[in-house]
């Protein structure tokens, strides 16, 4: 734990400079609005260590991988999310220095995310150019209108006087920081400008993409409208203002920027269509769109918002995790999905994993309307042909799908050959979120739309990924990776395998729903998928129900795989902090060899199937792998919260809700420079709602077994249920259900039916 960030209950702070954190906090700083995002960069230049990064979702890169040989079935490319024009530059001058705050050390140095309002806010004093200047920045990217963003530079004089310009800038010129050979992505389809502003427009190369952007700017001195100047870029737009300034003087400078992406406007007119978008911005200015913008935060505070009193670094923790899942998707782009990173870095691509289904549905589904939650199933029924494709490249046929463990469009780009088509247990995510969708909305017709074909296409792989061991007389999947990828090229992973099971069943299952339920959409799907019941159901349900499950012989304990009770049994206690994290300190050899687990593998299939499972099988798994588990993959604390609440493990609930919920704030793993864990955000909303709010869905039923830590006073958070409004109460005398919206409901707490109206 890391801790250099003071603790608020509704803001992110940062006392002081810590330029040796600089890229966290550009990071944890970071805002969006779903569309697009920026890091928190300093508006003005900064020559120390930075990552200066704006990013436009659904727009990206097949970057070709550097790789040292050749494997059929490799991935053709790494698709990347792109570093865009920069909109938040502003560059000052005191009589002819440059500030830079490398070079010149503020004072009185504050950074603040407010999160009930999404504004970002700087603050600080220095001295530059013999000129004592105290600056206020404040920027957000507006939730009420997804085009638009605004950034407000007031300076004042403290000391001093002469020449103060200000260069408010709109600059193309901007490079990833992982391309290939310092490759750049963008051509410029058109720039220009004048005294009141500029426009950009740029495309991708070979993907095509075109974003446009258009800055107004406007400048008051002293509360009198200020003339500019236009000043070409080389790839972009500046207007400066220049200024005779003494003490006491006042300069303030406003931005306002549009930005309209192609995939949604005609490409030949974005540049005239995002000139009127930012000349509609500016005409409703700074404060009616900041009052906009706020409250469009506020409702998603009314549905979202989880409360925790007596532990303020808990309360900040979640409404931080809320915060960030709620400003990098908004569920209004169905082209769209949850990349780990969000707006925040470039690492991992900004694709999309596996993560979207096994942890962040639960959020959307409990705090967004259905249809939000549903976008993100159909993203996967439209890759599904993509799907068919990659399963292809290793060799499947007739239909068997194969879902790629990274992805823009549907096909698979994910840079490493071992993972990509050894940890096929992300197929089985796509089963396990169309189930929990209906589970929790009761929308059976979504396996009609969409549900069924995806459920055939998953079913059809693992059917043919399995073979027939004559050694065991069972069902066994070789070389495969779990969710514990510090164990590659395993046979008979106990998740993998149990997780192949259960989706036969399903396939089975929703194979009768569809006979009794949709039969047309059945005859439809089975004549374009050249389905066959009598010959591929016998099979599904011969390999569900002869399934290899590995399993320490005496005990309830799964085996994570064949052998792995040849390792040496080691505990991760035992561990020397100057190890830690291994990833980062440990040859790969040296880990794959050893015990540790760096996220819930066995576990993560008793999270996903609790019902199982009876609790001395849980207590039993728990008390076997947390001990061995290194939590180095940001997915693993939450899943460990939820179980230890189950079991009444209090002091390991809070411990592991702690790291989940502050995994990035207090940078456990030594990563948050490089963006932060947004999927992982989910699972920490899923530690209080599921751990400690004890939340399940049985038979269409909410049940809520809740358990409260000693150091909280009480919790409380909402839940979006089948079109009623609940919220949830939890304190010393118990919990409290609350109808705010909706029909009459029926729900059990602590095993007791309670009916609300």
Known sequence: MQRYLDVDPWKIVESGFHPERQRSSESIFSIGNGRFGQRANHEEAYSGDALRGSYVGGVYYPDKTKVGWWKNGYPEYFAKVLNAPDWTTIRIRANGEGLDLAVQAPDHFRRELDMLRGLLTRTFEVTVGGMRLSVKAQRFCSMADTETAYLRYAVDVLDGSGTLVIEPTLDGDVTNEDANWDERFWEVDGMGGDANGGHLTVSTRKTGFTVGHAMRTAAWFD????????????????????????????????????????????????QSMTAQKVDEAVALGWSAALQDHMMAWERIWERADVTISGDDAAQQAIRFNIFHLNQTFTGDDPRLNIGPKGFTGEKYGGASYWDTEAYCL??????????????????????????????????????????????????????EWEITFEEIHRNGAMVYAIHNYIRYTGDDAYMAEGGWEVILGVARFWAQRVNWSEAKQAWVMLGVTGPNEYENNVNNNWYTNYLAAWCLKRACAALDWMKAHSPEALRTASEHWSFDEATERLHWESVAAGMFQPALEGT???????????????????????????????????????VFIKQADTLQGLYFFEDDFDVDTHRENFAFYEPRTVHESSLSPCVHAVLAAKLGLEDKAVEMYLRTARLDLDDYNNEAYQGLHITSMAGTWMSVIEGFGGFRVRDGVPHFDAMLPKAWDDFAFHLQFRGRQLQIQVDAEGTRVQLQDGEPLQVVIDGEAVHLS
């Open 362 to 415: 639960p959020f959307y589904l409990g705090t967004h309307p259905p249809e939000v939650a549903k976008q993100l199933l159909v993203y996967r029924r439209n890759h599904l042909d993509r799907a068919i494709e990659n399963a292809a490249k290793l060799g499947f046929n007739g239909g068997a799908a194969l879902y790629p463990m990274v992805t823009m469009n549907g096909e698979e780009c994910h840079n």
């Open 223 to 270: 509360a009198q409208t200020a003339e500019g100047v236009a000043v070409p870029q080389k790839c972009g737009h500046a207007v400066q203002y220049s200024f005779e300034v003494e003490a006491g003087s006042r300069c303030v400078t406003d931005k306002t920027i549009g930005l309209l992406r192609g995939m949604d406007h005609p490409k030949s007119t974005i």
């Open 556 to 594: 309830r304990v799964f085996l994570q795989q064949d052998g792995f009770m040849d390792k040496v049994q080691q505990m991760a206690a035992d561990l020397p902090e100057s190890e830690r994290p291994i990833n980062q300190h440990w040859s790969w050899d040296r880990i794959l060899r050893s």
